[in-house]
C-alpha cells in the first residue's frame, strides 16, 4: 500500500533567510535575514515546535534523485537495512517503499523542498538525526497511526520518511511508527547525505541541464506554484509577463508581497546582472551553483547560474510588515522549486 501525507491544501509559509559565503555555510545567525547582534536585518528563530523553516543555508547537493518514483537506489542501501529486520523493497510512484516485520512499512521521498508547515497536527516535534536538523510530525489524530519524519539536508529538496502499517492507517501503534521513520531516516541521511558522512545516489541528478532555459516561458521556470510556496498565491492567471534588459521576467504579485521570477537570454553569468545598489551582497553556492544572495531592508533576490552562463533569478520584495524578515528564505524557496522543476524537465 502506498502512502505519502500530500500537503494540497496545506498553506506553507516561510521565515528567515540562508546563504553561503565563498562556498562555504555562514555560521548560524549571521546569513542576511538570520543575523544577529548587529547585523543590519533581523534574525529568524525558527520555531520552537519544529515546523518552520530552518536559518540554515542551502547550499548542499541533492542526496537523492527527485523525481518521483526515482528508486534505482534501492538495491544499494538493503544491506544498511537489514539490522532494522528489512523484508522486502520495491518502487512506487509515491516513493520508494520498504516493508519490515509487524507489518510495518517506510516510504522515502526527495522531491519537495523544506518548509514551514502551518497546519495543525497531531504531533509536531524538532528532532535531530546524524547531525541534521528536522521535525518528527503527523497531521492526524488517533486512531490514525501515521507518522513522518522531515530532515533539512540543505539542499533544493529535503528528505521525507513516512512510517505507518502497511494494511491500515488505523494499525499499529504511532510511537513506533514515529520511531521507524526516525531509523529508517538515519541510515538514508548517513548513506546519502555529504553533511552526515553520505554520497549521494549516483543517479542523483544536481543541475539543471544546460539547454535547460532554450526557449523556455519564463512563467513555467518560476511558476505561480512555486510562489505559493512563499505565501504568494496570485494563481496561474496572476502571472504577469515582462520583459528587463537582461532577459524575461515573470511577476506573481498579492497584498502580502511579489515575486519577480527572470532569467537571462545572455551567458554572461552572475557578472552580467548587476546587484541591487545598496543591496548587502554575498555570494556563494545554490546547491551545487553558483550563487549571489541580494537583501534590502524589504527585499531579497537570489541569483543562480547555469553551467551555461545563464542565471535565473528570483527576487522576492515583501510588501507587508510581516514578509520583511522573510524575504531572503522566501526568494531560497521559490528558488529551489524552480532549480527541481529544471532538474526534473517540469519546468
Known sequence: MSRWPYFVAIALLLTGCSSALDGKAFREGSAPGASSGDAQY???DPPADGSGFSDQARDQPLALPVKQGACDWL?????DLQPLGLVSAKEEFSGCQFVFPGNKGAQVHAYGAYSWITQDAAVMEPVEIAGIKGRTYAFDAAPVTFCSVNMDVRAYASIAVDAYDVGSDEAGNRDEHCALAKKVAE??????????GGTPAASTVQEPAADALKAADVCEVVKFTHANYA?????RAGAQ????PLGPTCTHEVAYAKAV???TTGTGGLEAVPPKPGADVRTGKFGTLEARFEQTEETCAVSVRLTNGQVVQVDFIGKKKEAMTRTCVSAQLIMSASMLGLITGDA
Open 42 to 44: 533581523p534574525r529568524y
Open 75 to 79: 538495491d544499494s542501501i538493503k544491506p
Open 187 to 196: 541510515v538514508v541521511v548517513k548513506k546519502f547525505v555529504p553533511l552526515a
Open 231 to 235: 505565501g504568494i498565491n496570485s494563481g
Open 241 to 244: 509577463k515582462g520583459e528587463s
Open 261 to 263: 521570477g527572470m532569467y
